[in-house]
């Protein structure tokens, strides 16, 4: 499970939620959760935002293993 999915579940918020916070389609919110769409600086801003903390606490560990 990527860091993102649990902090989301961690939270008990939905995909729906996520999306609905984000100001996203649920279908869209659900391709950056699982890797099928790119992420964008400011929307991993803004998701960071909803957890209180930094974008690299979420998405480093992916980044860096899909380079290896």
């Given at each position: ?8 579940l961690?939270?008990?918020y ?15 919110y659900?391709q ?19 957890f209180?903390?930094?974008p ?13």
């Amino acid at each position: 499970m990527n860091e993102l999915k649990k902090r989301r579940l961690e939270k008990r918020y939905t995909c729906k939620n996520m999306a609905e916070i984000l100001n996203v389609s649920k279908p869209f919110y659900w391709q950056l959760e699982n890797g099928k769409r790119r992420l964008s600086y400011s929307m991993a801003i803004k998701i960071a935002k909803i957890f209180k903390t930094k974008p690299d606490q979420i998405f480093y560990d992916e980044y860096k293993n899909r380079e290896s």
